[in-house]
């Protein structure tokens, strides 16, 4: 079969036909990683089969690390992370369910990138579904790329050169920026407040630019994650403030939004360097089961607000 790329609308494409049971030639793997460079994520249906598929792919787009936390590292194979909602198991120590709009939802996570609260965030992931929720469990996609070219010429000009400071924050409720109206807590399970404090400790506050150039095109990309997000560097707190809120509105308007239905063996791969998403989540009493790895990149331009303890360079978490 010829292997072929279909736009997604608004974003993203489907590559159709990649010959991923197979060892793929550096022609294959250079159109996979050049549809992925042009379009920020990539829609492989019915191709993950198995975990060597799902490594060849990962590997198409760099070097795999192992998941960084450890309580969803997969006891099979330390490249994989489970992502899985078990009504049935015992749940984590933060885990947490939300009502939303009135309805109830376990696993719920804001629009993000990942690592936002690290000097070093990942290149991106690649998540494939195994068990696919009955009901909801959609995982959506915004571009910063195509974000940023819709700002109007003064607002590009106002945040060159602007700085977000960025401090790890567990609760959704906290996350102000990407909160969705009418999210309330229903239950949470002992032992979170204590593990969202650990986690604070672990991850001091950290600084990135607000906007940074694909390296490959040239493209600029709007570089906000909605979650983790505290106040621009050295701006008046209000001014600030309400800069962030009308990026945020910008960013987050879900008519340019792609939210995929996960059927069994779907896999999608996408650059955290340029893409925000976010999880649904599904009702508390649904079963849910998928797997991703981590790819690795060079990213060079956070630092630490201020000096950090000798501690959080050993800490890591892919959200």
């Keep these: 079969m010829t292997m072929f790329v279909r736009p997604l609308a608004p974003i993203g494409a ?5 010959p991923l049971g197979e060892t793929l030639d550096r022609e294959t793997i250079a159109r996979i990683r050049e549809a992925w460079i042009e379009h920020g994520f990539l829609l492989f249906r019915n191709a993950g089969i198995s975990d060597e598929v799902h490594i060849r792919l990962s590997e198409c787009f ?3 690390q192992p998941s960084a936390t450890t309580v969803n590292r997969s006891r099979a194979n330390p490249l994989f992370m489970d992502a899985r909602h078990d009504p049935d198991a015992e749940q984590l120590k933060t885990y947490t369910i939300y009502e939303i709009f009135g309805r109830s939802r376990a696993g719920y996570t ?8 690290t000097p070093e965030i990942v290149r991106g ?6 068990t696919p929720a009955t009901e909801d469990g959609r995982t959506g996609f915004i571009d910063g790329i195509s974000a940023y070219e819709r700002l109007p010429a003064d607002l590009k000009s106002e945040i060159d050169g602007l700085e977000v400071v960025y401090h790890f924050t567990a609760k959704q409720e906290d996350n102000w920026l990407c909160r969705p109206d009418h999210l309330k807590v229903i239950s949470r399970q002992p032992g979170a407040e204590e593990a969202f404090a650990k986690y604070k400790r672990d991850f001091p ?8 150039t694909q390296r490959e095109t040239g493209r600029k990309v709007l570089k906000l994650s909605p979650m983790h997000a505290q ?3 050295g701006m008046d707190r209000a001014a600030g403030d309400a800069l962030l809120k009308r990026l945020a509105h910008h960013l987050l308007d879900e008519r340019f939004a792609y939210f995929h239905t996960w059927q069994a063996n779907d896999m999608i791969a996408w650059d955290n360097w340029r893409m925000i998403h976010s999880v649904t989540g599904v009702p508390p009493h649904v079963f849910r089961f998928a797997q991703r790895t981590t790819i690795i990149g060079d990213y060079k331009l956070g630092r630490y607000l201020s000096a950090a303890p000798a501690e959080a360079a050993e800490a ?4």
């Design 62 to 64: 760099g070097t795999l």
């Design 14 to 18: 489907e590559i159709i036909g990649a």
């Design 231 to 233: 106040y621009i560097l």
């Design 205 to 212: 506050p950290v600084v990135h630019p607000l906007v940074i």
């Design 316 to 319: 890591s978490l892919v959200d």
């Design 110 to 117: 804001g629009w993000h990138w990942d690592q936002s609260f």
């Design 125 to 130: 992931g690649v998540l494939r579904m195994i």
